[in-house]
């Protein structure tokens, strides 16, 4: 009985903690997370591995002696179910959860989907490359073939997401599609400076996040994880930057 009751609580903190990896959270936060949710269900020895493919997570005691591992192989950014598991969790810790309920509130979070429909998304992409232009003091002559770029550049991430397994590839064709468009676009009128066109739709694209949780693993001491995201960030990196020295090595 003890074991099974061990064993319900460890997978609500593996759920946890794979919910968190997989929509962008740091690797300090699941791993402090998994662990206070732990000691909120009685149990306090126990530890965590977490790296960005995968959580390890064990329980010891007298009578049980368990360990389970959970491979995360997709990873997004979708900080509002970081945000209601980080919200579980504070209620676990506060005694107003129990095991069971909290299994089920995290199975619905894990099965919820994006908030914003995929219009809403190409046009926030669009508006904010073309936000971005002003910001690197471009000018307002640019402002709406930045906005036309990046929603053609976003609208092609996306599909070729859908296709590819290979982030890298979607990120690098997206940029093709980029420098494609701001080219065409400055040719025919459209724009005064093409750096600014492309700096501005490419941000999109761009891993910020990635690259500030990189930074903060290794501050933390997470220096496996801390070096496979920054490694991560500076293969996307290369991808957008690649997609867009090929257009101008043809064009």
């Known amino acids: 009985m003890e074991k099974q009751l061990l064993s319900d609580e460890m997978e609500v903190c593996l759920l946890a903690g794979k919910i968190?990896?997989?929509?962008?959270?740091?690797?300090?936060?699941?791993?402090?997370?998994?662990?206070?949710?732990?000691?909120?269900?009685?149990?306090?020895?126990?530890?965590?591995?977490?790296?960005?493919?995968?959580?390890?997570?064990?329980?010891?005691?007298?009578?049980?002696?368990?360990?389970?591992?959970?491979?995360?192989?997709?990873?997004?950014?979708?900080?509002?179910?970081?945000?209601?598991?980080?919200?579980?969790?504070?209620?676990?810790?506060?005694?107003?959860?129990?095991?069971?309920?909290?299994q089920h509130m995290l199975q619905e979070v894990e099965a919820s989907g994006t908030v914003f429909s995929l219009p809403v998304q190409i046009f926030a992409a669009a508006i904010s490359s073309a936000c971005f232009v002003i910001m690197f003091a471009g000018t307002w002559h640019d402002f709406f073939p930045a906005f036309i770029t990046g929603g053609l550049g976003f609208i092609a991430f996306l599909f070729i997401s859908r296709l590819s397994s290979v982030?890298?590839?979607?990120?690098?064709?997206?940029?093709?599609?980029?420098?494609?468009?701001?080219?065409?676009?400055?040719?025919?009128?459209?724009?005064?400076?093409?750096?600014?066109?492309?700096?501005?739709?490419v941000m999109p694209l761009v891993p910020g996040l990635l690259i500030t949780n990189a930074v903060r693993d290794l501050m933390s001491g997470h220096l496996v994880s801390g070096m496979s995201k920054g490694a991560e960030a500076l293969l996307t990196a290369l991808a957008i930057g690649g997609g867009i020295a090929l257009i101008f090595s043809y064009l």
């Not at 929509?23 to 300090?28: L, S, W, Y």
């Not at 965590?48 to 192989?73: A, H, M, N, W, Y």
């Open 20 to 102: 968190l990896l997989q929509n962008g959270a740091e690797t300090h936060r699941v791993e402090d997370t998994m662990l206070r949710m732990a000691a909120a269900f009685g149990i306090t020895n126990c530890d965590s591995f977490v790296i960005p493919t995968g959580i390890i997570f064990s329980i010891q005691s007298e009578k049980v002696d368990q360990t389970k591992l959970v491979r995360v192989s997709e990873r997004t950014t979708n900080l509002l179910k970081v945000t209601q598991v980080n919200r579980i969790s504070r209620q676990i810790t506060a005694g107003q959860l129990s095991a069971r309920d909290a």
């Open 167 to 201: 982030k890298f590839i979607s990120e690098f064709l997206a940029s093709v599609v980029i420098g494609i468009v701001s080219y065409a676009l400055i040719n025919i009128g459209m724009g005064s400076e093409i750096d600014k066109i492309i700096i501005g739709s």
